[in-house]
C-alpha cells in the first residue's frame, strides 16, 4: 500500500510495510533534504535491522524528522515527528509498525486508517 506525502519537505511515496519494525527513509531521499534543513544523523543502532530475506540493512544513521502522510486526493494530512532511520533502501519511505500507535494499519481491508 502506497501514501503520497512528506519527509522535511521533500515529496515522497510512503510504502505501508506491516512487517517492519521500524520506518526507514531512504538515503536517496535524505539526501534531497535541503543541506540547511537536513537534521543531523546519529550513529547507527546498536541491534542490527534485518531485512525480509534474512540479510542485514545497513544504516547511515537515525535522527528526528517530520513526515506528512496523506493529504492528497481527499485524504487527510497527518503530520508524525519521530526518530527515523536513514539507509540504503530502494523505496522512498517505509512505514513500520512503530508508529503503529498514529496510522492504524488495516490490511485486511486494504485501507489505511489515518
Same mark, same amino acid.
Given at each position: 500500500?502506497?501514501?503520497?506525502?512528506?519527509?522535511?519537505?521533500?515529496?515522497?511515496?510512503?510504502?505501508?510495510?506491516?512487517?517492519?519494525?521500524?520506518?526507514?527513509?531512504?538515503?536517496?531521499?535524505?539526501?534531497?533534504?535541503?543541506?540547511?534543513?537536513?537534521?543531523?544523523?546519529? !550513529? =547507527?543502532?546498536?541491534?542490527?535491522?534485518?531485512?525480509? &530475506? %534474512? /540479510?542485514?540493512?545497513? +544504516? !547511515? =544513521?537515525?535522527?528526528?524528522?517530520?513526515?506528512?502522510? &496523506? %493529504? /492528497?486526493?481527499?485524504? +487527510?494530512?497527518?503530520?508524525?515527528?519521530?526518530?527515523?532511520?536513514?539507509?540504503?533502501?530502494?523505496?522512498?519511505?517505509?512505514?513500520?509498525?512503530?508508529?503503529?500507535?498514529?496510522?492504524?494499519?488495516?490490511?485486511?481491508?486494504?485501507?489505511?486508517?489515518?
Amino acid at each position: 500500500m502506497y501514501l503520497k506525502g512528506s519527509v522535511e519537505g521533500v515529496a515522497v511515496w510512503f510504502t505501508v510495510d506491516t512487517g517492519a519494525t521500524r520506518t526507514i527513509v531512504s538515503d536517496r531521499v535524505f539526501q534531497k533534504i535541503p543541506e540547511e534543513k537536513r537534521p543531523r544523523l546519529c !550513529s =547507527g543502532r546498536t541491534a542490527p535491522l534485518e531485512q525480509a &530475506g %534474512g /540479510s542485514l540493512l545497513e +544504516e !547511515s =544513521g537515525s535522527a528526528m524528522m517530520k513526515m506528512v502522510i &496523506g %493529504g /492528497s486526493d481527499g485524504q +487527510e494530512a497527518l503530520e508524525v515527528h519521530r526518530e527515523i532511520i536513514v539507509a540504503d533502501i530502494k523505496d522512498d519511505v517505509l512505514i513500520g509498525m512503530d508508529i503503529g500507535d498514529v496510522v492504524d494499519v488495516l490490511t485486511s481491508k486494504c485501507q489505511v486508517v489515518i
